[in-house]
């Protein structure tokens, strides 16, 4: 699946993810490839991304910390999220 975070200031992530774990306002959940259509408001606390590969710009790889080869992590205030088509699309603060 195809997923894009999208900040005020930058586009930080788009990039093909196995999975993404996010920090719903009633707890954490994962949107897995073909999820269900959804629409929610996340809070403040950590985006987990799964891939095979990543490629940040050198302006937003601070913003994200290395977990392991395929995955990584991005601390948000809030935001909110729209899964349609097998695409994530977050807008995240």
């Known amino acids: 699946m195809i997923l ?10 788009s990039g093909e993810v196995t ?7 009633d707890g954490s959940f994962q949107i897995l490839n073909n999820h269900a259509p959804i629409v929610s408001i ?3 606390g950590t985006v987990k991304i ?3 590969k990543f490629n940040f ?13 395929q995955t990584y992590t991005l601390e948000i205030n809030s935001g909110t ?5 097998n695409k994530v699309i ?4």
């Not at 999975?19 to 306002?25: A, E, K, R």
């Not at 050198?58 to 913003?63: I, R």
């Open 4 to 13: 894009e975070i999208v900040s005020p200031e930058a586009k930080l992530f």
């Open 19 to 25: 999975s993404v774990t996010l920090p719903g306002v």
């Open 42 to 44: 996340l809070e403040k």
């Open 50 to 52: 799964t891939a095979p």
């Open 57 to 69: 710009s050198k302006e937003v790889a601070s913003k994200f910390t290395k977990v392991n080869e």
């Open 81 to 85: 999220i729209e899964m349609k088509d």
């Open 90 to 93: 977050v807008l995240a603060d």
